[in-house]
């Protein structure tokens, strides 16, 4: 009979003390705090960029997460972006599922990553995005970076620069085999 009071006084004891102190807030996004400079350098962002948001897209499920597509007009860049048109996939959660949410008209710091698997560029509350009259001293990290000029292709994805060398060398690779074909051919006859 001791032993069962004594444990109810234990338990009702806890729980008060649980009630009373209920410790730290906790949130479901929790991100690691790295310097601009330092996220430049990583190789888990494919694309550092200066631009103003020409249209939010539709929702789209992307791996793990609803994603939203935004599409900017770089006009700076710092790393992977190709031309003025730069498409990018924002985690469209809230903040507190590390979401970020960028607004039509507003001009950003980007930090996107590249996925390999839909080829898409993604970034999230973590990534370090920043509304360009908010990151003065990420942009004196980075440095004066490349102002953007427009290309033939119009649109930048997540299309890494080998991609059109490494067609032309597949397609001239196809032809010299092609070519020694044949001319083994010719040589049996």
Not at 119 to 143: F, H, M, P, R, Y
Request: with cysteine; net charge negative.
């Amino acid at each position: 009979m001791k032993r069962i009071s004594f444990l109810t006084i234990l338990i009702v004891l806890v729980t008060l003390g649980f009630t009373v102190y209920p410790g730290e807030k906790a949130y479901a996004c929790s991100c690691v705090g790295n310097t601009a400079l330092e996220r430049l350098e990583s190789e888990n962002y494919s694309a550092v960029f200066e631009g103003t948001v020409i249209e939010k897209g539709s929702r789209s499920q992307l791996g793990f997460g609803e994603y939203r597509k935004y599409t900017f007009e770089a006009v700076r860049a710092w790393k992977g972006v190709n031309g003025q048109k730069v498409t990018i996939h924002s985690l469209d959660q809230g903040s507190s599922s590390c979401g970020f949410q960028f607004t039509k008209g507003e001009t950003y710091l980007v930090f996107a990553s590249s996925d390999e698997k839909d080829q898409t560029l993604k970034t999230t509350l973590c990534s370090g995005n920043k509304l360009i009259s908010q990151a003065d001293e990420d942009v004196q990290l980075l440095g004066a970076g490349e102002w953007v000029t427009e290309d033939d292709s119009g649109s930048t994805e997540s299309s890494p620069n080998y991609i059109f060398p490494l067609t032309l060398g597949s397609i001239g690779l196809f032809l010299v085999i092609v070519v020694a074909i044949i001319y083994v051919r010719r040589r049996q006859k």
